[in-house]
Every structure is written in structure tokens, then in C-alpha cells.
């Protein structure tokens, strides 16, 4: 499996960004997904997850209300559509799959993508 996240940038506090993670692998669909981030400085922490089956969603508290992820399973990709972005979320983003877990910890997720970075000004 190999996944590809774009779609950060630089964008002021209050604004939005929508990231992509497009995944290599014919089943995409049996795969969990989720995004981490780890900031300078700082362990790598979970952000949202979305199952594979009924696509049930998880969100960190940090950004529940204005995170949203979702997957196009036609299109083998999961987005994490970011709003009301603040300071806090600058970060590199990485984009996560297993075919059985569905975690908030990293060490469970067997694929990773290479990271896009988000920075957010104040």
C-alpha cells in the first residue's frame, strides 16, 4: 500500500484547507484511514479516523467541529477538510491505513504516507 497526501500550504488563522491522501491499492475500501500530525518539537497525535465498513468517524477533541474526514472509495482517497484553522494546527500531516485497526495510536496503522505540511499564521 502506498498513499500520497497533498493539499497543505500556508493559510491565516480562520481559513480552511482540505487535504488528500490518494491510496495505491486495489481494495482501498477494507482499509481504515486516518490522519495524524506531529509538530515541531512534538510526539506524532492523532487527528480523525474513518472505518472501512460504514465508514464511522473519530476526531481528536482539538479539532472536532471543525475537522471533517471522509472517503471516496471510487477514487482510492480520504480528505480531511479543515476549518476555522488556528494557530496550534501547524503541523506535518500524515495520512494512515490498516486493514484492521482503527486506532488513535500510530503504532497500530501499518502504512503511512510522506507527510504534507500545514502552516497556519497568526
Known amino acids: 500500500v502506498q498513499l500520497q497526501a497533498s493539499g497543505g500550504g500556508l493559510v491565516q488563522a480562520g481559513g480552511s484547507l482540505r487535504l488528500s491522501c490518494a491510496a495505491s491499492?486495489?481494495?482501498?475500501?477494507?482499509?481504515?484511514m486516518g490522519w495524524f500530525r506531529q509538530a515541531p518539537g512534538k510526539e506524532r497525535e492523532f487527528v480523525a479516523a474513518?472505518?472501512?465498513?460504514?465508514?464511522?468517524?473519530y476526531y481528536a477533541g482539538s479539532v472536532k467541529g471543525r475537522f471533517t474526514i471522509s472517503r471516496d472509495n471510487a477514487k482510492n482517497t480520504v480528505y480531511l477538510q479543515m476549518n476555522n484553522l488556528k494557530f496550534e494546527d501547524t503541523a506535518v500531516y500524515y495520512c494512515a491505513a490498516d486493514p484492521v485497526a482503527i486506532s488513535r495510536t500510530p503504532g497500530e496503522y501499518d502504512y503511512w504516507g510522506q507527510g504534507t505540511l500545514v502552516t497556519v499564521s497568526s
Open positions: 491499492v486495489r481494495t482501498f475500501s477494507n482499509y481504515n
Open positions: 474513518i472505518s472501512w465498513s460504514v465508514g464511522r468517524t
